[in-house]
């Protein structure tokens, strides 16, 4: 069965979104070789479950506050709901969907980056009802 394997980042700040990512998620974000702007995303290590991904350069305008989700949302599992949407504020971000539990699964929410990209967090946990 196909799975994701890769995900991309717009930013019109690659500054401001590469510090926000390194300061929520301690992420390792390097600038990649060859002409085109971009940066490659490790996430883990290579023996953990995951991706890893790209920041790039938007093309074009930002989504605009009010644009309805027109893209892929990534999901990213974090060991403590409450922490990351903590952190997540505190470096920039904004939550737009508040924690939801999802039964037998975990807890959830979707939040927007500093450039304006929405992004899911999960936080695995069985036994929420």
Same mark, same amino acid.
């Given at each position: 069965?196909?799975? $994701?394997?890769?995900?991309?980042?717009?930013?019109?700040?690659?500054?401001?979104? =590469?510090?926000?990512?390194?300061?929520?998620?301690?992420w390792k974000i390097e600038r990649s070789e060859g002409s085109v702007e971009?940066?490659? $995303?490790?996430?883990?290590? #290579? %023996?953990?479950?995951?991706?890893? +991904?790209?920041?790039? =350069?938007?093309? +074009?305008?930002?989504?605009?506050? %009010?644009?309805?989700?027109?893209?892929?949302?990534?999901?990213?599992?974090?060991?403590?709901?409450?922490?990351?949407?903590?952190?997540?504020?505190?470096? #920039?971000?904004?939550?737009?969907?508040?924690?939801?539990?999802?039964?037998? $699964? +975990?807890?959830?929410?979707?939040?927007?980056?500093?450039?304006?990209?929405?992004?899911?967090?999960?936080?695995?946990?069985?036994? $929420?009802?």
């Amino acid at each position: 069965m196909p799975r $994701v394997i890769h995900f991309e980042i717009y930013a019109r700040d690659i500054a401001r979104a =590469k510090k926000f990512y390194q300061d929520v998620f301690d992420w390792k974000i390097e600038r990649s070789e060859g002409s085109v702007e971009y940066w490659n $995303v490790i996430t883990g290590k #290579g %023996d953990e479950p995951g991706i890893d +991904g790209g920041l790039m =350069k938007r093309p +074009g305008r930002e989504p605009k506050a %009010d644009t309805p989700i027109s893209t892929y949302i990534c999901t990213i599992g974090v060991p403590d709901i409450d922490k990351y949407l903590s952190r997540i504020q505190k470096h #920039g971000g904004k939550i737009t969907m508040e924690k939801k539990p999802i039964h037998g $699964v +975990g807890w959830y929410a979707y939040c927007l980056d500093t450039e304006r990209n929405i992004f899911g967090i999960m936080q695995p946990d069985p036994s $929420v009802r």
